[in-house]
C-alpha cells in the first residue's frame, strides 16, 4: 500500500475533520454556557467600573484581584500550559459563581454581587485567555475588556502591596 494512498488521506481527513467538530462543539458549549451563567454578570460589573469614582475603583480591584487570586490552581506542572492552566482557572472561577448563585439570598446586597460579578469577570477572562472565544466575536471581546480589567486590578494590588504603610 502507498504512504499516500487516497484512501489513507481520506480517512485522514475524516478523523481531522471529527476531532475539529468535537474540538468546536465543546467550545460552543462553553460559550452557551458562559453566555447564560456570566456574561450579564461580566457586563455588569465592566460598565460599573466604567462609571466608578477612584474610591469605588479601588473596591472592584479588590474583588477581581481576590477572585482572580483565590482562583488559581495550585498546580506546579511546568508540563501544562498556558492555555491549560487558564482553563482550569476560568473552571474554578465559574464553580464559584455558580455556589454562590445558588446561595444567593439578598440580590440587593452590593458587596456579594460584587464579589459574584468579579468572579464571574474572572472566569471570562480565563476562558479568553484559554482562546475559547474565538468562534465568538462578541464573547472574544468581553473577554478582552475582562482580560484587561484582571490585569489592572492585579498590577493595582501588586503595587499597593509595596506601599509601606505610611503611604497609605
Known amino acids: 500500500m502507498e504512504l499516500y494512498s487516497p484512501l489513507i488521506f481520506a480517512l485522514g481527513a475524516e478523523v481531522n475533520r471529527q476531532t475539529m467538530?468535537?474540538?468546536?462543539?465543546?467550545?460552543?458549549?462553553?460559550i452557551r454556557s458562559d453566555r447564560k451563567q456570566l456574561e450579564v454578570r461580566a457586563r455588569r460589573l465592566l460598565q460599573?467600573?466604567?462609571?466608578?469614582?477612584?474610591?469605588?475603583?479601588?473596591?472592584?480591584?479588590q474583588a477581581i484581584a481576590g477572585a482572580a487570586s483565590a482562583c488559581q490552581p495550585g498546580i506546579d506542572d511546568p508540563s501544562l500550559s498556558?492555555?491549560?492552566?487558564?482553563?482550569?482557572?476560568?473552571?474554578?472561577?465559574?464553580?464559584?459563581?455558580?455556589?454562590?448563585?445558588?446561595?444567593?439570598?439578598?440580590?440587593?446586597?452590593?458587596?456579594a454581587v460584587l464579589i459574584t460579578d468579579a468572579y464571574a469577570t474572572v472566569a471570562i477572562a480565563y476562558r479568553r485567555a484559554?482562546?475559547?472565544?474565538?468562534?465568538?466575536?462578541?464573547?472574544?471581546q468581553l473577554g478582552t475588556a475582562a482580560v484587561h480589567l484582571v490585569t489592572i486590578a492585579n498590577s493595582f494590588m501588586n503595587a499597593e502591596s509595596v506601599?509601606?504603610?505610611?503611604?497609605m
Do not use: F
Not at 467538530?21 to 462553553?30: I, T
Not at 460599573?48 to 480591584?61: D, F, M
Not at 482553563?87 to 446586597?109: C, G, I, N, P, S
Open 21 to 30: 467538530l468535537r474540538w468546536l462543539s465543546s467550545d460552543h458549549q462553553k
Open 48 to 61: 460599573s467600573y466604567l462609571t466608578a469614582n477612584e474610591w469605588q475603583k479601588r473596591q472592584y480591584y
Open 82 to 111: 498556558n492555555e491549560k492552566l487558564a482553563e482550569l482557572t476560568a473552571q474554578a472561577a465559574t464553580k464559584v459563581v455558580q455556589a454562590r448563585d445558588r446561595k444567593a439570598k439578598d440580590a440587593h446586597d452590593h458587596s
Open 130 to 140: 484559554a482562546s475559547a472565544y474565538t468562534a465568538d466575536k462578541e464573547m472574544e
Open 163 to 167: 506601599r509601606s504603610p505610611t503611604e
